[in-house]
């Protein structure tokens, strides 16, 4: 069969591509990091102890990015597994792990509730003896952790409605308890005059606010995951599933709470302007997560592409990939780093808006923001790689590359820097030095797992022989029963049919996963539509597989692009109008035909999204296939004309 120019022509360029899907996950991070700029902005604002509240919060920051660090790894382990249960219509577990989740919530809040009332104060005495400020830290600190319930539940509940696809509400939630802090930063620290209390006050009464209204779109909206208070137990099994998953995410985010409270123990031994250090250091180091923020989204951009591609074995791909990924990430970086320089003096200023915080402080932010922002570029490229190495299976490397530049270099260069005579403009340096020195390491270690990963691919890509054997691709929109045309479609061939189920007992029969592979393992590989770099790669190993072996008909799963080499490839789209397939849903689903059409539209957009991202192609385009099919002539007669097609070719 002669492969048509169009698939090439229809393949997003990599820079296009990356730039495509980086630029939301960007600005949605940024906006996150400008939230805590501005609350910080009301703290250092408060008055005449402005300077020591912020000196106070920076003491207490590293325990609210612990509490954080601890409730993302709980969310990501908990969002797998419900999405892996609700997915294979497991109701029963989908209510223990939900269950299992707010247990662990009340664990986790209790935990932090003791260190609030024992430990609070112990904590904040390790970084100063200032009784003023261990007076403000201390009583900040109790509250932001004796009434963490809100930022803990939130969390949880949050996984909860996008584990069922519910985001909107979660957004709404968070939204809502960022404008409730705002609001009552502004009426606690300025009306009230109620000092570092108001801020802790403020802050975990919009995190409650945000936590209610998840409850509140859960219980009302989530008819999901039952709610009854039985399921509230816990379960080893279920606990040691959601943090086998979640681990990583927690020890990632950790890292930074680790960063700083060792910055902030190093910069207190400072023989002057100590308070003066770690107070620019509290406002520069929120600042800086703008660059931070921005380097990491286009770093889990790099890891969804270069998966598919490496899954592919596609070296060219794979090496356009690697290559804009770093020089996008070096741009944006740059780019910050620019406007920081150029603006270091107006963003330091808006934390000087009352005559509490000294000159003195914002000359020495000014200071280090200048001074620290000429790392960025190096930061970002080692992020970038950090991305790399992920999408090539390494765990170990990247971690390697985050202790680098956030503890092994940091610690010893800023201990050194900060015994200077003149430290207020010398230990920021600490940053700079520490990531240009991580990012040369991370290009030796990205150049060593380059050589042992990739650079044969090309050559190995040679030697294996396309499949001579006939192979029908189908994609559809939600509501064609296109599984079903597909599944009849097999069977007038008298050839396998494969869709998700069957491509996960395809790699069982096969030995092409193994043997002691969980059951959530094998369905986050072969059943979620969630793009993610070990899922992607074992579909691929499995697809080509099955096409070396036999011809097949097999539904979804990227195959068209996954096959699109082999010569006797035939790539079909089913759609049919959209009244159609909401009928056919609310038959197949005895759904209403509000819930039949809001499933409709979720699932076409979660196929297009997972489409997108693996090939760079849009889902459904005419010019990616053969065939495109109207199926409201039915299944009996969509199949006799896809029959007819192949017989004419």
Not at 218 to 225: Q, T, V
Not at 398 to 421: C, D, E, G, H, M
Request: proline share 2%; hydrophobic share 45%.
């Amino acid at each position: 069969m002669e492969r048509k120019e169009q698939n090439k022509m229809a393949t997003l360029r990599m820079d296009k591509l990356i730039w495509k899907m980086g630029l939301p996950m960007i600005i949605s991070m940024v906006l996150q990091a400008l939230y805590n700029v501005i609350d910080s902005i009301f703290v250092t604002n408060i008055g005449e102890t402005g300077l020591i509240a912020n000196e106070a919060l920076t003491y207490a920051f590293p325990i609210q990015i612990l509490i954080i660090a601890i409730g993302v790894g709980t969310g990501v382990g908990l969002n797998s597994l419900l999405s892996k249960s609700l997915g294979e219509g497991n109701k029963e577990k989908v209510n223990k792990i939900a269950g299992n989740g707010i247990f662990l919530s009340i664990v986790i809040y209790i935990v932090f509730l003791l260190f609030g009332i024992f430990g609070a104060k112990a904590f904040i005495s390790l970084f100063t003896n200032n009784a003023d400020v261990i007076e403000m830290g201390t009583s900040y600190l109790k509250i932001c952790t004796c009434i963490s319930l809100g930022a803990i539940g939130f969390t949880v509940y949050e996984r909860f409605l996008q584990a069922t696809g519910k985001t909107m509400l979660s957004t709404i939630a968070q939204i809502s308890g960022a404008i409730t802090n705002i609001i009552l930063d502004y009426i606690f620290i300025y009306p009230l005059n109620m000092g570092v209390s108001g801020a802790a006050l403020a802050t975990v009464i919009g995190q409650i606010i945000s936590m209610l209204i998840a409850m509140l779109f859960h219980y009302k909206k989530n008819n999901e995951i039952n709610g009854n208070i039985k399921y509230i137990k816990p379960n080893l099994n279920l606990i040691k599933g959601i943090y086998t998953i979640g681990i990583s995410a927690t020890i990632m985010q950790a890292l930074l709470a680790v960063m700083m409270a060792g910055m902030n123990a190093i910069l207190s031994t400072a023989s002057v302007n100590s308070s003066i250090l770690v107070g620019a250091f509290g406002i520069y180091y929120k600042i800086q997560q703008i660059a931070l923020f921005s380097a990491f989204g286009l770093s889990n951009t790099i890891i969804s592409i270069l998966s598919f591609n490496y899954g592919l074995k596609d070296k060219e791909r794979i090496d356009k990939c690697i290559k804009h990924g770093i020089i996008d990430t070096f741009i944006v970086t740059l780019v910050i780093t620019v406007i920081f320089e150029i603006f270091a003096r107006p963003l330091s200023n808006l934390f000087s808006l009352t005559s509490g915080t000294s000159k003195e402080m914002i000359d020495v932010c000014v200071i280090a923001l200048r001074i620290s922002c000429i790392g960025y570029i190096f930061m970002g490229i080692s992020i970038a790689i950090q991305g790399v190495l992920q999408s090539l299976r390494y765990a170990i490397r990247p971690l390697i590359i985050s202790l680098l530049r956030l503890v092994i270099f940091v610690f010893p260069i800023a201990y050194i820097l900060v015994k200077s005579n003149n430290v207020a403009n010398i230990v920021w340096w600490t940053f700079p030095i520490s990531e240009l020195l991580t990012c040369i390491i991370s290009l030796f270690i990205l150049r060593n797992s380059y050589n042992s990963k990739i650079k044969a691919l090309g050559q190995e890509q040679n030697k294996i022989p396309q499949s001579n054997k006939l192979i029908i691709c189908i994609s559809r929109e939600h509501g064609t029963c296109g599984k079903e045309i597909a599944r009849q479609l097999a069977k007038e061939l008298k050839i396998p049919f494969y869709d998700k189920e069957g491509t996960k007992k395809y790699a069982l029969d096969n030995n092409l996963v193994n043997k002691d592979t969980t059951d959530d393992e094998l369905y986050n590989y072969f059943l979620s539509l969630d793009v993610e770099k070990d899922s992607m790669i074992k579909q691929i190993e499995t697809i080509k597989d099955i096409v070396h072996k036999e011809s097949c008909v097999i539904v979804g799963r990227g195959a068209d692009y996954i096959l699109k080499d082999n010569v006797n490839l035939i790539r079909i789209f089913l759609y049919a109008p959209l009244k159609y397939r909401i009928n056919k849903v609310k038959e197949m689903y005895n759904d209403t035909y509000d819930e039949a059409k809001k499933n409709v539209i979720n699932s076409d957009k979660s196929r297009a999204t997972y489409y997108e991202i693996i090939t760079g192609q849009k889902w459904g385009d005419k010019n990616n296939y053969d065939l495109v099919l109207n199926c409201d002539i039915g299944i009996k007669k969509a199949v006799s004309v896809i029959l007819n097609y192949i017989k004419n070719i």
